[in-house]
């Protein structure tokens, strides 16, 4: 399948903090990318849909202004989440797709990253 | 509203065995595709297998199948000889087209295969 990597894999930062997270399509071109929030035990949360060139779309009750996205090239997006404070400590992972939604566009993860803010 | 309903919060399995993770669906929409993933406790997302609603045959991977039936709107996944490298959590996912292909998870089942 294809690659999808995340950088960092862990950060640990002070409360008022801001952290900039990278996702990359290593071997194909990501029409779209999503970010997800993933609590302990539980399921992912779609934070926002990513696509390339155009903003973010934010899924309801999401902080635009708290958590930043940018996909400025086809294999790039990052989420800042700026001022960063302990409830925002979370587990934080990307997927990226090739094509349009259409019916078989599957969408491969990256690795995740483990923010805990202190 | 789409859902996705996943009623095994856990599961044991011996190694070698066969094992269903239970998986149903709701949605109005004809057109959708269903989605299984591994997350090992490393935290990544595994794609494991995919069916589109307008398949007629079930979809197979390797070890995976994917139990398909429309009309009960479930989507089970069946893992074959099971090994101790599949312990991990399994999510059961649907897109649609018209929601821009968003994932929306169960809430997934925790699969332990026992030696």
């Known amino acids: 399948g294809a690659v999808v990597s995340q950088h960092p894999s862990r950060v640990i930062c002070k409360s008022g903090t801001s952290v900039k997270i990278e996702c990359r399509s290593l071997d194909f071109q990501a029409t779209t990318m999503f970010w997800y929030r993933q609590f302990p035990k539980q399921s992912l949360m779609l934070m926002a849909t990513s696509n390339e060139g155009s903003k973010a779309t934010y899924e309801q009750g999401v902080e635009k202004d708290k958590f930043l996205i940018n996909h400025a090239s086809l294999t790039l997006s990052t989420l800042t989440v700026t001022s960063a404070h302990p409830e925002d400590s979370s587990f934080y992972i990307c997927?990226?797709?090739?094509?349009?939604?259409?019916?078989?566009?599957?969408?491969?993860f990256g690795a995740g990253t483990r923010l805990s803010v202190l | 509203a789409q859902k996705i309903t996943q009623t095994q919060p856990g599961m044991f399995v011996q190694e070698k065995e066969a094992v269903t993770l239970d998986c149903t669906y709701d949605?109005?929409?004809?057109?959708?595709?269903l989605f299984w993933y591994k997350q090992p406790s490393s935290g990544e997302m595994i794609f494991l297998i995919y069916q589109g609603s307008y398949d007629e045959q079930n979809a197979t991977e390797g070890r995976y199948s994917l139990n398909f039936q429309k009309a009960r709107k479930s989507a089970n996944l069946v893992i074959s000889a099971s090994q101790l490298g599949d312990s991990a959590m399994y999510f059961c996912a649907m897109s649609q087209v018209n929601q821009g292909g968003k994932l929306i998870f169960g809430q997934g089942t925790e699969l332990s295969v026992k030696p």
């Open positions: 997927s990226a797709r090739e094509g349009l939604a259409g019916s078989k566009n599957i969408q491969y």
């Open positions: 949605t109005s929409d004809q057109s959708y595709g």
